[in-house]
């Protein structure tokens, strides 16, 4: 059974620019969460889908959307770069049987702004 | 307010020294815990689920435990290879979705 798959792997923005991170779930995961880490905050939750509705958002600017499609497969977009959004962005699907089921988590979007 | 804090920060070890590591936890109705190993530059990787007091599970040098304030994360006699950082999380108690994380113990065993 297939993993979680983030892509792209990495990315180079400039500051300013606006960036799209895809993320594929497991197989028959309808619920797609998305996180930012970095060394100082750890992870940090930025919001959540199921089946295609947002059901929750974390504490993060209106910079930061996302969005998930009719294959469960999710987007995040973040618009007008800053030097602090520079983190691995990660990407967890979850059974549907409810969060007590735990998360897996793709390898992430090294995403660098410069 | 929901809350894990995991102890220590980093934890040096040699080659076959065991130890244990702390996730205590703060949270209305535990629907439960989860560990994860993380490598530098690669998502989690899931571990164990622990669902309630006095349960345990293993995994090759691995054990976590589950009381009702924390988990333990046992390591014994470990390998270079188990050096990573591991996390702990518990589901938030909004009815979603949504994962609380710790900000993880270091591990680094030396051979």
């Known amino acids: 059974k297939a993993g979680v798959t983030q892509t792209p792997r990495y990315l180079i923005k400039t500051r300013g620019q606006q960036v799209t991170l895809s993320c594929s779930p497991i197989s028959g995961h309808r619920s797609v969460s998305w996180y930012q880490q970095t060394p100082g905050q750890g992870l940090q939750f930025l919001f959540e889908?199921?089946?295609?509705?947002?059901?929750n958002k974390g504490n993060f600017p209106g910079r930061f959307s996302g969005r998930q499609f009719s294959n469960s497969r999710s987007e995040m977009n973040v618009s007008t770069l800053e030097l602090g959004d520079s983190a691995l962005y990660l990407c967890?699907?979850?059974?549907?049987?409810?969060?007590?089921?735990?998360?897996?988590f793709g390898q992430g979007t090294r995403l660098t702004v410069v | 307010e929901d809350q894990v804090t995991q102890s220590p920060e980093a934890l040096r070890l040699q080659e076959g020294e065991s130890s244990s590591l702390n996730c205590s936890y703060t949270?209305?109705?535990?629907?439960?815990l989860f560990w994860y190993r993380q490598d530098p530059g690669k998502g989690p990787e899931f571990l164990f689920t622990l669902y309630s007091a006095g349960e345990e599970k293993e995994k090759e040098r691995l054990k976590a435990t589950l009381t009702k304030k924390e988990s333990f994360l046992h390591i014994t006699a470990p390998k270079p290879e188990d050096s990573a950082t591991y996390l702990c999380a518990v589901p938030a108690t909004s009815g979603t979705y949504k994962y609380i994380f710790g900000t993880g113990t270091r591990l680094k065993v030396l051979a």
């Open positions: 949270v209305s109705g535990l629907r439960g």
């Open positions: 889908y199921f089946s295609e509705t947002q059901r």
């Open positions: 967890a699907s979850s059974l549907d049987t409810g969060p007590g089921g735990g998360a897996f």
